[in-house]
């Protein structure tokens, strides 16, 4: 295909995954027309809108399949291939916003969407593994709370960059948008530190002895001359 | 209404709302001899499907106000109205399936779920206000991300309670599906424990003389018999 040629196809699909999405009555001539190609042009290469949504379908699994590949999902780090991920799908979602539910009943393309959906399982699975994602969830929650934010953030966070977009998205699938963890939510190690430190600010504030850092460490301690003041042995 | 009336309409408005949201095109015949109601008496209230979709969709508004005044949103403390409000509208979204979005242009449906919605924006400003969340998320992301949340427990998470599926939501809302913070990601405070921590394992461990634990509080210490016997004074 000659440059412009694929230029003209490149602006077609795109124009009509845009258009399509917000009315999926939009007529080919319209798409020709806002794509800035010629009608006929169009017409010589998709026979009916049908044959354009194909297109369109093929080229979003095509744009997933590259997203995947680029965010090298088996060996870079976990938490640079998360973002990475999440980033270019964003922009896979802005670029074709076209749900390839309706597609899935094409064994080539369901075929294809499903070794995208094995992939990113499997990189789930390896960040688990890897002490990134929590083991304590449910089964089917992780997986696929990951893609509704991320469409989320596509559509609704419009102004940010994919970029960006994808700290927001890794962020809140990572911590959420709560507050980080009170005392009374905390794991028991949390509270433990928790109840160290304010047992460091009442020795500082002089309310407790300083005997009881030794303690807490299992030293032996003995008290000498006075009350505040004792040997430690370590 | 007589109460086995009442009880005919509301089977026939929820097994309406669970078929029609599997195949919009269930017919009422189907929808009666599903619900066991005469199908008569059904045609007798609802001459055609759009009638039996606009009071499911009413009755679904209705749902989420009674799910919404249950919460007590105003007035209980927040972590307890945010866990009442999800799992109410778990229950809700399992009841009736359906997208008030296609009921929109109607003038009173809207009215009331946009009254809905302003409810539920006005607590999530309370539920940051008090701390409960975090204030340097984009706009529109806290918001939005709920019912999605929310969505997805009520039907990929099938199997739970409500209140179980409510526990997921609303713990991977406040803190996400990842490991709780780690050392690079965390804030200087956490950062400092953690330091603490190892110290005292330093300590345990006998590579580190306890006296660590005293001069750490600010108190003086003096070097006593030996390497490894110190005074403290607090």
Chains 1, 2 share one sequence.
Not at 39 to 54: N, P, S
Not at 135 to 141: A, H, L, N, V
Not at 181 to 199: K, T
């Amino acid at each position: 295909m000659r440059a412009d040629a694929a230029r003209n196809l490149e602006a077609v699909l795109t124009t009509g995954a845009r258009m399509l999405a917000a009315d999926p009555g939009a007529s080919i001539a319209s798409i020709a027309a806002e794509a800035g190609v010629d009608r006929r042009t169009v017409y010589r290469r998709f026979a009916c809108r049908e044959e354009l949504l194909g297109a369109i379908y093929e080229a979003r699994v095509t744009a997933i399949e590259q997203a995947i590949e680029d965010a090298r999902l088996r060996e870079a780090p976990v938490a640079v291939a998360l973002h990475r991920y999440v980033e270019n799908i964003i922009a896979v979602n802005r670029t074709w916003p076209v749900d390839l539910a309706r597609m899935l009943a094409e064994d080539a393309i369901r075929r294809r969407r499903d070794a995208c959906v094995a992939e990113v399982e499997a990189f789930l699975r390896r960040a688990s593994g890897e002490g990134l994602l929590r083991r304590d969830q449910p089964q089917c929650w992780a997986g696929p709370l990951l893609p509704e934010l991320v469409n989320l953030a596509a559509h609704r966070q419009a102004h940010l960059s994919p970029g960006q977009a994808a700290d927001v998205v890794v962020d809140t699938y990572l911590h959420g948008v709560g507050v980080p963890r009170q005392r009374s939510q905390d794991p028991p190690a949390v509270r433990a530190r928790s109840l160290d430190q304010r047992r460091d600010a009442e020795v500082r504030s002089g309310t407790r002895p300083a005997v009881g850092f030794a303690e807490r460490a299992g030293l032996r301690t003995h008290r000498l001359k006075g009350p505040r003041t004792w040997l430690v042995r370590s």
